[in-house]
């Protein structure tokens, strides 16, 4: 027997109109490369949104059309993603920062028909426009005063196409199934994978990601996003402000430049932001040089890679900022866990509450985890077995764009293999051991290069700290541990390697230190083991 409710489809336009009636006055602020600080409401946002949905039609973009973005959080972004996904096209968001043939690559394989670009990414399209023949024109994302030359073919001016259409449009009924979203992981191996997000994996990732136990979001909060709308969709924030009524503040050009940001979250009253570890490294220590508070920043939600321990305690003890440590990816929209407090962990103290806040969560509601073994066997959530970790769910991805089942991530039973090597204990909080390809093979046994690196971050001199494997001819790998010293700070290897010790098993400790001014990052701010592992390539170990 069905039920008899509504079949109302989960889409992003019902989310749009919501925020559009409910919380017309509710602002968004944005820093962009035309306005100091440009101001407006949800509702003007949404007038902005139907012109540019007219105007998407008036330059012919397909039904499904993928329209691409090279753009930094702002106002504008906003409304693209709004504008592109409930016309019915695909809001394909690119990172800027990939290289040049990676950038390429996506464009052609996703065949974008149009790109909105910020000014400050024309030069790079500008080089390689000729090779993304498909693509019908640009879009510059400014207005007429601020325009920059340009030799992109069949650019235009965002403003005056905006200014130049009707603000009604008479939104279409979409299937929930129909896509939405388009991004790309960064392709660490091989070529980046599209993910294809749809309507209704988008609205529950948006519903999801406002629960109290997941970034806890209300009309109340204020929403920073740091993390780029090109890295899986600011990981929903937009949506889930826009469901709620949260005021979104955007950094725009300005998302590495600590002191403004620190500026935006006391001028704007922020009270949630969100971000991978190294963008918090240099807030942090603004903060902590200049003597500045971050209030009324509550809440910080940091994921990405895995947050390191002394981070989490320099905001909850300097600014009673408490750290909502999260893990998910671009297949997974990306949120999977989240680190909350439960009646179990909350009374915890001293070492052991350390360690269950180095603990990436538990699952959110949607998502299902499981651990298995290398014949495929399920572990057990004893808190010490430890095997590849899967998923399933609402928002985790089926297959890749146009892979058509090559990308070989998934069993025959419709689980997604993360990549990452995890346990999970008996309450469900689930710990990273490592990235599949990161994990370090020490005479047979398994190191974690993250708690190592965690372990290395806890030391005052320490700015930076990774941990790769590198050849041993008695133990097959052991780990190096690189670091970038903090300004003005000495610290030699024996006195960090001493660090170590009743830290972690003695096995594990490093067998050397190599201190480097900076350690390469990928296109999304994470530390690029595949970089350091080549930069490394002919290093030896002392002795062997
Ligand atoms: P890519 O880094 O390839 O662009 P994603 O941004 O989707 O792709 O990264 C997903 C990966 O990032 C996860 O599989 C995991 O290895 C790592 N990751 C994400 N969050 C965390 C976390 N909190 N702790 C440890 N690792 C994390």
């Known amino acids: 027997m069905l039920g008899l409710m509504m079949d109302t489809p989960l889409t992003l336009t019902v989310i749009m109109r919501h925020g559009d009636r409910n919380h017309a006055r509710r602002e968004i602020v944005s820093v962009t490369h035309d306005h100091a600080l440009h101001r407006y409401t949800f509702a003007d946002c949404f007038a902005r949104t139907r012109r540019l949905a007219n105007a998407l039609d008036r330059l012919g973009a397909g039904a499904d059309a993928r329209i691409a973005t090279l753009a930094w959080n702002d106002f504008r972004h906003l409304e693209l993603y709004y504008a592109v996904s409930c016309s019915g096209r695909v809001c394909h968001t690119v990172n800027p920062r990939l290289f040049e043939e990676q950038i390429v690559y996506i464009l052609n394989h996703a065949e974008a028909e149009w790109v909105f670009v910020d000014p400050a990414f024309v030069p790079r399209l500008e080089s390689l426009a000729a090779q993304c023949p498909a693509v019908k024109g640009y879009v510059v994302l400014s207005d007429e005063a601020h325009m920059p030359q340009t030799t992109l073919p069949n650019a235009r001016c965002y403003e005056t196409l905006v200014a130049a259409a009707p603000d009604t449009y008479a939104w279409p009924e979409l299937d929930e199934k129909r896509a939405s979203g388009l991004c790309y992981t960064s392709g660490t191996t091989g070529n980046p994978k599209g993910v294809l997000y749809n309507h209704r994996s988008a609205v529950l990732m948006a519903y999801a990601g406002a629960l109290p136990d997941t970034c806890g979001v209300s009309a109340m909060d204020a929403i920073l996003p740091i993390v780029p709308m090109f890295h899986v969709n600011a990981w929903g924030m937009p949506f889930s402000a826009v469901l709620t009524g949260a005021k979104l503040v955007f950094p725009g050009p300005t998302l590495s430049d600590p002191k403004r940001l620190a500026d935006l979250i006391t001028s704007e009253g922020v009270t949630i932001s969100a971000g991978v570890p190294t963008v918090c490294l240099p807030l942090l220590a603004h903060a902590r040089d200049n003597g500045r508070s971050l209030a009324p920043l509550n809440r910080m939600v940091i994921g990405g890679s895995a947050c390191p321990l002394s981070m989490m305690e320099e905001f909850r003890d300097r600014h009673q900022v408490r750290v909502v440590h999260a893990w998910g990816m671009t297949e997974m929209s990306p949120l999977g866990t989240v680190n909350a407090l439960t009646p179990e962990t909350a009374p915890l103290t001293g070492a052991a509450l350390a360690d269950q806040m180095c603990s990436q969560g538990r699952a959110i509601p949607g998502v299902e985890l499981k651990i298995t073994d290398d014949d495929n066997r399920e572990l057990p959530w004893d808190g ?12 985790v991805c089926r297959d890749y764009y146009r892979l058509d089942g090559t990308g070989g991530a998934h069993d ?13 204990d008996p309450n469900g909080f689930m710990r990273i051991t490592d990235r599949a390809k990161d994990v370090i093979k020490s005479g047979g046994e398994w190191i974690s290069s993250i708690d190592l690196e965690n372990t290395a971050m806890g030391h005052p001199s320490v700015a930076e700290a990774a941990v790769i494997g590198v050849n041993h001819p008695k133990w097959q790998e052991r780990p190096l541990l690189v670091v970038v010293r903090k300004q003005g700070v000495e610290v030699s290897a024996t006195e960090l390697l ?18 480097v001014d900076e350690l390469p990052h990928t296109a999304t701010g994470k530390l690029s083991k595949l970089e350091l592992r080549k930069r490394f390539a002919a290093y030896r170990f002392p002795g062997t």
């Open 384 to 395: 010490k077995a430890s095997g590849a970790l899967k998923v399933r769910g609402y928002w």
């Open 412 to 424: 025959a039973d419709g689980w997604f293999a993360t990549g990452d090597v995890a346990s999970i």
């Open 498 to 515: 001493h660090y170590f010790e009743g830290k972690v098993a003695k096995w594990w400790i490093p067998e050397d230190v190599a201190f």
